[in-house]
């Protein structure tokens, strides 16, 4: 099965997902309650580093402080496309998530599912190889594997959109370089078993791959883009607790907002607690100089990166992921309130 039959079927499944969320003639139909409520707040997010505000304040408990008399409650997803989907069937209000399914979702439910209402995070994605592999350059790619971590994710897309502005073609496009997906981890295990020639990953994967498995960075992607900057993650919120609870979601920003100033102003002290609230979360830490390499090469941030979620889903398209038809995300952000927040304390909007 070729890669665009495979993503295709992803997008059907969570198309579905939002059929039954969604009805065309009333609008948003939420699967548990006809009205969210306000005394609580559901939030998603990913026990990775471009998630960092949402690991540290969330397990600290300072967003819960930001947030008052509102009940925050939590869930911790692996994959972009699971978090989406609870979004969508009403399991949580809020989310951390990357750049591509903030798409697919907002494509998916014809622009009225969710809204972005900041960023979290900018860069921290490598394009590792193997010291052994014999690449030093993009003309040394013909007929080599790289991996990517799922099949049409946002380090996917970079990856297939930097051969293809190569010359190179994929094995399944009739090219010579072979691309497999595989969780992160599996990723770090086939390096070392050289069963891969690189890898696109985001960090701390990157800073492992280096570290573990005899690898270096070929290609820092903040590189590709304009001032070193592209957006790995942000909030999206569901557009009808959006509309219904604007103060509850402020509160969130304020809470954000916060937590990414006090991260860039004491950053050993962050990623101490980054450490420690991954270890209540999974079990294990990250060793303290990958973990310092990985946030080297990532900017925790609030904003949104706008330009730079436009551009992957121009890449998307082109690579066939996003189906027949240019997608129209023009109403995918509402800064409103970010910016609200921002004004507040005197600190710069976005426009």
Known sequence: MDPKTKFGIAGIIIAIVIVLSFNSN??????????????????????????????????NGDFQKELGDVKVETQVFSAGPSAIEALFANRVDATYVGSNPA?????????????????????????????????????????????????GNTQDVALRSYLLKNGYKTTENGGNVQIIPANSADIVALMIKKEIDGAWVPEPWGSKLVKEANCKILLDERDLWPNGKFVTAQIVVRTDYLKQHPDVIKKLLEAHVAETIWINQN?????????????????????????????????????????????????????????????????????????????????????
């Not at 697919?104 to 394009?127: C, H, M, Q, T």
């Not at 420690?276 to 990958?290: F, H, R, V, W, Y």
């Not at 038809?325 to 609200?340: E, F, G």
């Open 26 to 59: 009333s609008g948003i139909q939420l699967s548990h309650n006809d009205v969210t409520s306000a005394d609580v707040l559901r939030i998603g997010y990913f026990s990775n580093i471009n998630h960092a505000q949402a690991v540290t304040g969330l397990g």
């Open 103 to 151: 798409i697919n979702g907002y494509i998916k439910s014809d622009g009225e599912g969710l809204r972005i209402i900041a960023g979290a995070a900018s860069g921290g994605a490598v394009f590792v190889v193997r010291n052994d592999a014999g690449i030093n350059s993009a003309a040394d790619f013909a007929g080599k594997k790289f991996a990517s971590p799922q099949l």
């Open 267 to 351: 950053r050993d002290a962050a990623e101490k607690t980054f450490n420690t609230q991954l270890e209540k979360l999974t079990g294990k830490t990250i060793p303290a100089d990958e973990l310092h390499n990985a946030f080297s090469r990532l900017e925790i941030t609030y904003d949104p990166v706008k330009d730079s979620l436009f551009k992957s889903a121009d890449n998307a398209f082109d690579l066939g992921f996003l189906g027949d038809k240019k997608p129209d995300l023009s109403n995918i952000y509402d800064l409103t309130l970010l910016n609200q927040v921002l004004e507040e304390k005197n600190l710069q909007t976005i426009p």
